[in-house]
């Protein structure tokens, strides 16, 4: 079964920074990987997915995040963040299998300050 | 443009009641789950369903019922609530195993 790990359950960060928030997996079968994005008192929102092809994905609000099979990881990335990206950031694995599950991480706040 | 929607949004419950929270999508999608989410502790599938007439347990299903007799909805049922069950509750969808899900918007539950 496949589990996910989000190391940094806190990001603090400058307006304007660059930020990473990374995401490690494990599982034995190939595995689809996607970020969530969970604004207060709000419903989890897709950020970008990967799925097959390019290990760099490209998603909404400037994201990107970048698949390492080897290092089994999908950290998410952007290069300068706004006030409003700070929300609860969740990585997701899903196993490419009959299996149904689609395993969260724990989450990571990610709060950017002026 | 409704997706998947929760009713109701809060409700505060005391212990031993019963209620159904309900689940409904419009997009056709056969995937459907239920999570509960505590702080700091992410998500936790409580049951999922592949189809109408079909349910299974997740990672957290004990206190909780599901049926799923059509596709649009799949309502998720507490018989005997308890402090424990307090959390918010989040509906999900998927067309296919390769896709995203799709989530509503929430049901914060109390339980007093």
């Known amino acids: 079964a496949q589990s996910v790990t989000q190391l940094d359950s806190q990001v603090p960060v400058f307006e304007e920074a660059p930020v990473e928030l990374r995401c490690n997996y494990s599982?034995?079968?190939?595995?689809?990987l996607f970020w969530y994005v969970q604004y207060p008192n709000q419903g989890l929102q897709l950020l970008l997915k990967?799925?097959?092809?390019?290990?760099l994905v490209k998603g909404i609000n400037g994201f990107e995040a970048e698949f390492n099979k080897s290092q089994t990881s999908f950290h998410l990335r952007k290069p300068s963040v706004h006030i409003s990206d700070t929300a609860e950031y969740f990585c997701a694995v899903s196993e490419d299998n009959y299996g149904q599950n689609f395993v969260f991480g724990p989450g990571t706040r990610l709060s950017v300050l002026p | 443009n409704a997706g998947v929607t929760q009713t109701p949004k809060f409700r505060i419950l005391k212990i031993g009641q019963s209620m159904t929270l309900q689940c409904t999508q419009d997009m056709n999608h056969n995937y459907m789950y239920w999570y509960r989410q505590d702080p700091g502790m992410g998500l936790k599938l409580i049951y999922y369903?592949?189809?109408?007439?079909?349910?299974d347990k997740g990672e957290v299903p004990n206190g909780y019922n599901v049926s799923r007799s059509t596709t649009e909805d799949f309502p998720l049922r507490l018989e005997l609530a308890a402090p424990s069950q307090t959390s918010v509750y989040f509906c999900?969808?998927?067309?296919?195993?390769?896709?995203?899900?799709?989530f509503g918007d929430g049901t914060r539950l109390s339980i007093l």
């Open positions: 599982s034995s079968v190939s595995v689809y």
């Open positions: 990967y799925l097959s092809g390019s290990t």
């Open positions: 999900a969808a998927k067309f296919s195993l390769r896709q995203p899900q799709h």
């Open positions: 369903s592949v189809g109408a007439g079909i349910t």
